[in-house]
Every structure is written in C-alpha cells, then in structure tokens.
C-alpha cells in the first residue's frame, strides 16, 4: 500500500488528518515543507502527498511539477488557503487528485487520502471536455472515489456563492452525481457520466447527463421520492431487494435544496439550478 506524506507538520490541519489516518495501516510521514518533502520524495517513493494549508493553489501546482518529475506517479491532495476558478482549473488539467481549500475537514481529507492509497485507476477518471470560469464540462468514470473528486472540485469552482447556498447546492448535485453513477451506469468504471458546470450572474446551474436509457418517475420505487405519503421508508425494502447501496433520498433531497430541478424527456440528464444574488458577480471568463 501506498506511503503518505504530509506536508506543514506544524500546522493544526497536518496534525488532524494525521490523527484520522492513525487508525488505518497506512504508513503516513509528515514533512516540514516543500524543501522537505521534495528530499524525501528523492529517498523513497510516497504514493499520496497532501500539501500544506498555508500554501496558494498556484504554488502547489508548481510543487506538483517538481515532485513529478521524481516520482511521476504521485496522487496529490492540495490543501490551499485560497484558490480562485483559473486555478481551480489549472488543477483539474494537472491532475489533481482532489483539491480543498478552508474551512477543511480533516476526516473527509483522510477519507479521501485512504481511498487514494489503493486506487490505481485514478489518472484517467476525469477529462476535461471544456474548462473556463463560468463554464467547466468534463467526463467522469463511474466510480464512487471518482464522484468523491469531483464534487471537492465543483465546492471550490462555486467559492464566490454566498457559503449557505454553495453548500446546498454541492450536496444537491453530489446526490444526483452519485445517483447518475448507480442508477444509470451500475457503477461500471468502463460508463461515463458528463457533467457541466455553469455560473451565470444570476444563478450556479449543474448539468448531469448519465449514460442510461433514463426513468420514468413511476419505475422509481428504489427512492424516496417515489414512496406513498403513508409510507416513507418503502423504498428502503426495495434496495435491499436489489442489492443496492443504503440511501435512496438523492432525488427528494435535491429537490428540497435546489430552486428547480429538469429532467431531460428520458430521464437521463438533470438540470439542477440555484439562483443567487445578482449583486453577486460570476467569474470573469478572460484567460
């Protein structure tokens, strides 16, 4: 299994996602900056690497680039006290692993370091069809880590909405994401779901397009939406009928947040929008 190696061994967020990952059998080092952590990668090979929090996203991409030319196979996890969407880009086209910026969870990170640990399928799982501020399509592989880092990349493309309204809307299209994922390609890393991400001045827009023959609201007793008002945990017995994972409240729980949700005439393409303040000005589209 992979080594980990974190650097900003001084800093609280260092030592927290240190602690989460304590718990697994993952050797995990932790270096005092990049100088550092740079020598190491020279001594031996660490597969995971998550930078420090007190580092700009511009600078960890030029450390990637350096690492990278030791160790080409390196999974990075940057961790950036700030970041705007050019660089969020420049991420997704360096191959990001997954990308946060404050307030940070130290137990997502480590979740999302301990999956990284043992995915070699990683480097492929998400191309970019088009990217500019304001506008970012890309094609993901159906796999759960792969919806995992997508949505760190969509939470730091929507910095700029009001911080309520950006965690509505990223819970929103990560349960459509995952239900894309499931429902219309069974989790087959070999489909792929297509995904756009729109800022307007006036509202955040994600479209999700899965590669299934779609649904009908009626064929939908795996999910909450569909239960009779007297009973709302039917579908509950109907996804351990078919081996499906615990959940099902995707739908409801999008519709609950989102200001409208579209569906294609298939059922297979969603249109999840939030509208925002007008006051709130989108990313410039300049390169």
């Given at each position: 299994?992979?080594?980990?190696l974190?650097?900003?061994?001084?800093?609280?967020?260092?030592?927290?996602?240190?602690?989460?990952?304590?718990?697994?059998?993952?050797?995990?080092?932790f270096?005092?900056?990049?100088?550092d952590?740079?020598?190491?990668?020279?001594?031996?090979?660490?597969?995971?690497?998550?930078?420090?929090?007190?580092?700009?996203?511009?600078?960890?991409?030029?450390?990637?680039?350096?690492?990278?030319?030791?160790?080409?196979g390196?999974?990075?996890?940057?961790?950036?006290?700030?970041?705007?969407p050019?660089e969020?880009?420049?991420a997704?086209?360096?191959?990001?692993?997954?990308?946060?910026?404050?307030?940070?969870?130290?137990?997502e990170i480590?979740?999302?370091?301990?999956?990284?640990?043992?995915?070699s399928?990683?480097?492929?799982?998400?191309?970019?069809v088009?990217?500019?501020?304001?506008?970012?399509s890309?094609?993901?592989?159906?796999?759960?880590?792969?919806a995992?880092?997508?949505?760190?990349?969509?939470?730091?493309l929507?910095?700029?909405?009001?911080e309520?309204?950006?965690?509505d809307?990223?819970?929103a299209?990560?349960?459509i994401?995952?239900?894309?994922?499931?429902?219309?390609?069974?989790?087959?890393?070999?489909?792929?779901?297509?995904?756009?991400?729109?800022?307007?001045?006036?509202?955040?827009v994600?479209?999700?397009?899965?590669?299934?023959a779609?649904?009908?609201?009626?064929?939908l007793d795996?999910?909450?939406?569909?239960?009779?008002?007297?009973?709302?945990?039917?579908?509950?017995?109907?996804?351990?009928?078919?081996?499906?994972?615990?959940?099902?409240?995707?739908?409801?729980?999008a519709?609950?947040?989102?200001?409208?949700?579209?569906?294609s005439?298939?059922?297979?393409?969603?249109?999840?929008?939030?509208?925002?303040?007008?006051?709130?000005?989108?990313p410039t589209?300049?390169?």
């Amino acid at each position: 299994m992979s080594r980990i190696l974190i650097i900003g061994s001084q800093t609280q967020v260092a030592q927290d996602i240190g602690e989460a990952l304590a718990t697994s059998d993952i050797p995990t080092e932790f270096a005092a900056g990049n100088a550092d952590a740079l020598q190491r990668l020279r001594i031996r090979s660490f597969g995971i690497i998550i930078t420090s929090s007190d580092s700009a996203l511009e600078e960890d991409l030029a450390l990637l680039e350096e690492m990278r030319a030791i160790r080409p196979g390196v999974k990075c996890i940057v961790l950036a006290r700030n970041g705007n969407p050019h660089e969020v880009i420049a991420a997704l086209r360096a191959r990001v692993f997954a990308c946060f910026t404050p307030p940070f969870d130290p137990g997502e990170i480590a979740h999302l370091a301990r999956s990284a640990a043992s995915d070699s399928q990683w480097r492929d799982d998400i191309q970019i069809v088009s990217a500019r501020p304001g506008w970012v399509s890309v094609r993901v592989n159906c796999r759960l880590i792969t919806a995992e880092r997508l949505v760190t990349f969509a939470k730091e493309l929507s910095t700029q909405l009001p911080e309520e309204t950006r965690l509505d809307m990223i819970q929103a299209f990560r349960e459509i994401l995952l239900n894309a994922m499931e429902h219309g390609a069974a989790f087959n890393p070999e489909q792929v779901v297509e995904v756009t991400v729109v800022r307007t001045g006036r509202a955040m827009v994600f479209h999700v397009r899965d590669p299934g023959a779609g649904f009908r609201r009626e064929s939908l007793d795996h999910a909450a939406i569909a239960n009779p008002s007297d009973d709302p945990t039917a579908h509950i017995m109907k996804r351990e009928e078919e081996g499906l994972r615990p959940g099902g409240f995707g739908l409801l729980l999008a519709g609950g947040i989102v200001d409208e949700l579209i569906y294609s005439e298939i059922g297979n393409e969603v249109l999840l929008i939030k509208y925002v303040d007008s006051n709130t000005a989108p990313p410039t589209n300049s390169a």
